[in-house]
């Protein structure tokens, strides 16, 4: 397999389905990175912890479905052309 760019669009892509798949009561909050254990304090510059839980969080909520069609187009691509 050489390096291209459907390859390397296809490992984000698969990188974003692992984030997107990712549950909060059966993984997340086993390993400590629950909801409710995001408490700050006010003014309070959030961590790696908390800016990666809010990361997970958005793409779970925003990519649901555009993540259905691009794993859909890239099926057919890979069906097509191999």
Request: with cysteine; glycine share 8%; hydrophobic share 55%.
């Given at each position: 397999?050489?390096?291209?760019?459907?390859?390397l669009?296809?490992?984000?892509?698969?990188?974003?389905?692992?984030?997107a798949?990712?549950?909060?009561?059966?993984?997340?909050?086993?390993?400590?990175?629950?909801?409710?254990?995001?408490?700050?304090g006010?003014?309070?510059?959030?961590?790696?912890?908390?800016q990666?839980?809010?990361?997970?969080r958005?793409?779970?909520t925003?990519?649901?479905?555009?993540l259905?069609?691009?794993?859909s187009?890239c099926?057919v691509l890979?069906?097509?052309?191999?």
């Amino acid at each position: 397999m050489a390096f291209t760019l459907y390859s390397l669009i296809q490992a984000a892509i698969l990188c974003i389905n692992a984030v997107a798949v990712l549950h909060e009561e059966r993984f997340l909050r086993k390993i400590g990175w629950g909801v409710d254990q995001s408490v700050g304090g006010f003014g309070d510059e959030p961590g790696i912890k908390v800016q990666l839980m809010n990361l997970i969080r958005s793409v779970r909520t925003v990519m649901r479905v555009p993540l259905i069609a691009v794993n859909s187009v890239c099926i057919v691509l890979l069906l097509l052309f191999g």
